[in-house]
């Protein structure tokens, strides 16, 4: 059984910075991806930033050149370091994983998540 733990969220003036993580547990895939999602109510998920097994990485038109996405394999942690956010980061984050299938990545595992609230 897959676990993924968040925790970093917070509150903070627009500006500023935050540093997630996820904590994971369990099964492990030779090829992977993992990911941060994020959601605001009323607003769809979002995917913001994704790095794969081979440290790959992907980010949202949103957060390039603010946020940036990486893992600790020794520690099985997923990091997530956002600066300069803006009001419009603020929403639920949430870690997941999967088996990376040419590319495709079917999130199967989720966190429960960690709220960032960015207020003006």
């Known amino acids: 059984q897959v676990r993924l733990v968040e925790s970093g969220g917070g509150s903070v003036q627009a500006g500023g910075s935050l540093r997630l993580s996820c904590v994971a547990s369990?099964?492990?895939?030779?090829?992977?991806?993992m990911a941060w999602f994020r959601q605001a109510p009323g607003k769809a998920r979002e995917e913001v930033a994704r790095?794969?097994?081979?440290?790959?990485?992907n980010y949202a038109d949103s957060v390039k050149g603010r946020f940036t996405i990486s893992k600790d394999n020794a520690k099985n942690t997923l990091y997530l370091q956002m600066n300069s956010l803006k009001p419009e980061d603020t929403a639920m984050y949430l870690c997941?994983?999967?088996?990376?299938?040419?590319?495709?990545?079917?999130?199967?595992?989720w966190g429960q998540g960690t709220q960032v609230t960015v207020s003006s």
């Open positions: 997941a994983t999967g088996p990376n299938v040419g590319g495709y990545c079917p999130y199967t595992y």
């Open positions: 369990g099964y492990t895939y030779v090829s992977y991806c």
């Open positions: 790095i794969d097994s081979d440290d790959s990485t």
